[in-house]
């Protein structure tokens, strides 16, 4: 089992930023992907980004390309998501996920059934 917990969120006006922590413990070693989806009210999960473990591949979400960033710390065990240039429409609840396997495409690393861990959320509200 991964055990994942995500911080940093809170409120933001437009333009500004913020940064995200997804702490994972427990049978770590058993994620290759770390990824962060995002999930508005009335509307479905959407990839944001994800990061490879090894060798440190990115992926990114259209609507946060350019945007945000992810990082990843291997001794803490920590994907960090930096968000800028904050929209409105980036107000969501931003979870953390972990998959145990590499995908190799994008298509399959932004599924969200691609992961098998979730962390609790976290809420992120930028206003205008």
């Known amino acids: 089992q991964v055990q994942l917990v995500e911080s940093g969120g809170g409120s933001v006006q437009a333009g500004g930023s913020l940064r995200l922590s997804c702490a994972a413990s427990g049978r770590t070693f058993s994620s290759n992907t770390m990824g962060w989806f995002r999930q508005a009210p009335g509307k479905e999960r959407e990839f944001v980004a994800a990061i490879i473990w090894s060798g440190g591949s990115t992926y990114y979400g259209d609507s946060v390309k350019g945007r945000f960033t992810i990082s990843g710390d291997n001794a803490k065990n920590t994907v960090y998501l930096q968000m800028t240039s904050l929209k409105p429409v980036d107000t969501a609840v931003y979870y953390c996920?972990?998959?145990?396997?590499?995908?190799?495409?994008?298509?399959?690393?932004?599924?969200?059934?691609?992961?098998?861990?979730w962390g609790q959320g976290t809420q992120v509200i930028v206003s205008s």
């Open positions: 996920a972990a998959d145990r396997y590499y995908r190799g495409s994008y298509y399959y690393t932004s599924l969200a059934r691609s992961y098998d861990y």
